[in-house]
């Protein structure tokens, strides 16, 4: 069984910053690509930005130049930082990430619960 636990969320004003976490835990060989996502109310979910295993980081436009996608391999985690938050980021945010259970199995899709980061004044 895999687990993948977030952290971090919560409410934070216009312009300010929020640093989420996500670590993954259990029966885990290797991890791919690692990954957040968030849905706002009434909107689909959208990649936000991912991360592979040699730190190859990919940013949607909307945050490039305001968050900040890192990871570390040997605690399984990967982090988000984000600044200069605005309105519109308000949002679920989840964690994802391709993890293979044994050497010579696949690779399978997991999700964290998500967090909820609300920027407001």
């Known amino acids: 069984q895999v687990q993948l636990v977030e952290a971090g969320g919560g409410l934070v004003q216009p312009g300010g910053s929020l640093r989420l976490s996500c670590a993954a835990s259990?029966?885990?060989?290797?991890?791919?690509?690692m990954g957040w996502y968030r849905q706002a109310p009434g909107k689909q979910r959208e990649l936000v930005a991912d991360?592979?295993?040699?730190?190859?980081?990919n940013h949607a436009d909307s945050v490039k130049g305001r968050f900040t996608i890192s990871r570390d391999n040997a605690k399984n985690t990967v982090y988000l930082q984000m600044s200069s938050l605005k309105p519109e980021d308000t949002a679920v945010y989840y964690c994802n990430a391709d993890i293979r259970r044994t050497k010579w199995g696949n690779f399978y899709n997991d999700w964290g619960q998500g967090t909820q980061v609300t920027v407001s004044s």
């Open positions: 259990g029966s885990i060989f290797s991890i791919n690509v």
């Open positions: 991360i592979t295993s040699g730190g190859r980081a």
